[in-house]
């Protein structure tokens, strides 16, 4: 049984000054078993969330990394750097691909940096809305895959805990999902590109699938009823402690649905 995971990824929101305050009270208002919760705050926020989150059992994750581990790269932050300070770390997310034009090699790089450093990865892929509207998502998700992908160990991916988080680019931040059965249906083709294209066979199973964008306490629960789906990258609404509990709460409920279904305990 795959893992439900909600993930809040707070951008460039909050600060060091307020950032542990927020992490404390979203860990207990979303004290739930059988869900895996990691903040992802600005590089600044770290060590104030994980003070916070200290034995609370919430993990705490980087937003991005570079791939070399020092050296003269003005403003980056290198896996080195975030030893003791984040065990998670979100990739190849769509505003580093627009903004800093991130390509899918180098997103492969620092793939490769964080299962060498110990961080679990999200990889975050997903399609422009001319793209979907040209029929072309499941290419483009495909081609973004293969490219982080190229050369990695499946070994060595499946140990890191590697997290796929599915983020139509026209849906994050608009207020705008793709819907439940438009995003189990790519949750799927993901898992088809890892088995057959990169060879994976049945591992490819074992991936968990987010969906990301434009994810709230009165959605998400649409997401999760698809089994094809394991939780949610969530930007604007992780940063309210309501939305989060709401959140959590119903990943909560499917885990011990399909806890259930495989007549386990959740
Ligand atoms: C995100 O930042 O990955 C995201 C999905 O943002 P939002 O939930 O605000 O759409």
Do not use: M
């Given at each position: 049984m795959r893992p439900l995971i909600i993930a809040a990824n707070w951008k460039m929101n909050t600060t060091p000054a307020d950032a542990g305050e927020l992490a404390a009270?979203?860990?207990?208002?979303?004290?739930?078993?059988?869900?895996?919760?990691?903040?992802?705050?600005?590089?600044?926020?770290?060590?104030?969330?994980?003070?916070?989150?200290?034995?609370?059992?919430?993990?705490?994750?980087?937003?991005?990394?570079?791939?070399?581990?020092?050296?003269?790269?003005?403003?980056?932050?290198?896996?080195?750097?975030?030893?003791?300070?984040?065990?998670?770390?979100?990739?190849?997310?769509?505003?580093?691909?627009?903004?800093?034009?991130?390509?899918?090699?180098?997103?492969?790089?620092?793939?490769?940096?964080?299962?060498s450093s110990g961080?679990?990865?999200?990889?975050?892929?997903?399609e422009l809305l001319?793209?979907?509207?040209?029929?072309?998502?499941?290419?483009?998700?495909?081609?973004?895959?293969?490219?982080?992908?190229?050369?990695?160990e499946m070994e060595a991916l499946l140990n890191a805990g590697?997290?796929?988080?599915y983020e139509p680019v026209w849906a994050i931040g608009t207020g705008r999902t793709a819907s439940a059965a438009d995003a189990a249906a790519m949750a799927d083709a993901i898992r088809a590109t890892l088995s057959a294209d990169l060879g994976w066979g049945d591992s490819?199973?074992?991936?968990?699938?987010?969906?990301?964008?434009?994810?709230?306490s009165a959605n998400i629960a649409d997401f999760l009823a698809e089994p094809a789906i394991d939780g949610g990258l969530v930007g604007g609404a992780s940063l309210k402690p309501d939305e989060m509990a709401g959140m959590v709460a119903s990943a909560a409920v499917t885990a011990r649905a399909r806890a259930a279904a495989e007549g386990k305990t959740a």
């Open positions: 009270t979203i860990a207990s208002r979303t004290e739930e078993p059988g869900v895996i919760r990691v903040i992802c705050p600005p590089y600044v926020c770290l060590a104030a969330v994980r003070d916070a989150l200290a034995g609370k059992n919430i993990s705490v994750g980087a937003q991005n990394v570079h791939h070399e581990l020092a050296g003269a790269y003005t403003g980056e932050i290198s896996a080195a750097q975030l030893a003791g300070l984040a065990t998670w770390v979100i990739l190849g997310h769509s505003e580093r691909r627009r903004d800093q034009l991130e390509s899918d090699e180098l997103i492969g790089k620092k793939l490769a940096r964080a299962i961080l679990r990865p999200i990889l975050c892929v997903g001319a793209e979907r509207e040209s029929g072309r998502a499941v290419e483009v998700v495909a081609t973004q895959l293969r490219g982080a992908l190229a050369g990695k590697f997290v796929i988080a490819a199973e074992v991936v968990p699938v987010l969906y990301g964008g434009s994810v709230t």
